[in-house]
Nanobody, 118 residues
Framework: QVQLVESGGGLVQPGGSLRLSCQASGTIFMFYTMGWYRQAPGKQRELVAQ???????NYADSVKGRFTISRDNAKNLVVLQMYSLKPEDTAVYYC????????????WGQGTQVTVSS
């Protein structure tokens, strides 16, 4: 059973930084494109950043230049480093694993709250 466990959320002031981590277990990490999504109250879940097993990165326009996604395949870890946070970044952030090798599968973490407020 694939498990994704997020950590690192919290309360931060505008302009601050946070680092979200997602630890994967129960699978071959390299078989997956890893992503971070977020969902704010009353809004649909949206893609924030994605990194393929070939280290190709994709970012939402709203976070380009402020967020960086990375992965450590030896540790089964994906990290979202967030800088210059804005109140509109407030949301629950979810880790996602999208299987791109073999039979398709898709998994979500439980989410971690990020609140940007003064």
């Amino acid at each position: 059973q694939v498990q994704l466990v997020e950590s690192g959320g919290g309360l931060v002031q505008p302009g601050g930084s946070l680092r979200l981590s997602c630890q994967a277990s129960g699978t071959i990490f390299m078989f997956y494109t890893m992503g971070w999504y977020r969902q704010a109250p009353g809004k649909q879940r949206e893609l924030v950043a994605q990194i393929t097993n070939g280290d190709v990165r994709n970012y939402a326009d709203s976070v380009k230049g402020r967020f960086t996604i990375s992965r450590d395949n030896a540790k089964n870890l994906v990290v979202l480093q967030m800088y210059s946070l804005k109140p509109e970044d407030t949301a629950v952030y979810y880790c996602n694993a999208d299987k791109v090798v073999g039979t398709w599968a898709n998994y979500w973490g439980q989410g971690t709250q990020v609140t940007v407020s003064s």
